[in-house]
C-alpha cells in the first residue's frame, strides 16, 4: 500500500485553517487518497492557527464516508501543535458520535434548542 503526504499548509495558501471552506480542500484532497487505498500522512507543518470548524470539514467528515477502523489503519497526523491535538481529539470524538446515528444526533439539538419542525 503506497504512502502519501498530504501537507496541509500547501493547499490552504497559508498557515491559518480557520475556515470550514479550507477544511473542505483538504478533505477532498485526503477523501481522494484514501479512495485510491493509499495510506494518508497529514502534515500540519508551518500551520499557525487552527480551528475546529477547520478539523471538523477536513477531518470530522471523513468519519461520514469511511469506517472508523479504515481511517484509524490509512490516517496519521504529523507537525501539530498539542494543543491542536487537543481540539482533533474533540473533532474526532463528535464526528464519531454524529455520524453513528446522525438523525437522533440532530433531533436532540433541535430538542435543546427549543427548535420543532411546526
Do not use: W
Not at 503526504?5 to 473542505?24: A, M, R, S, Y
Amino acid at each position: 500500500m503506497e504512502n502519501v503526504k498530504i501537507k496541509v499548509f500547501n493547499i490552504v495558501g497559508n498557515g491559518n485553517c480557520t475556515l470550514p471552506e479550507d477544511g473542505e480542500k483538504v478533505f477532498e484532497v485526503i477523501k481522494k487518497a484514501l479512495e485510491n487505498d493509499k495510506k494518508v500522512m497529514i502534515s500540519f507543518k508551518n500551520v499557525t492557527t487552527i480551528t475546529s470548524a477547520f478539523l471538523n470539514s477536513a477531518i470530522g467528515k471523513l468519519y461520514g464516508s469511511f469506517d472508523e477502523t479504515m481511517l484509524k489503519d490509512h490516517l496519521q497526523v504529523e507537525d501539530m501543535a498539542v494543543e491542536d491535538q487537543i481540539i482533533l481529539k474533540r473533532v474526532v470524538s463528535g464526528a464519531k458520535l454524529y455520524f453513528k446515528d446522525s438523525k437522533r444526533m440532530i433531533e436532540s439539538v433541535k430538542e435543546i434548542l427549543g427548535e420543532d419542525d411546526e
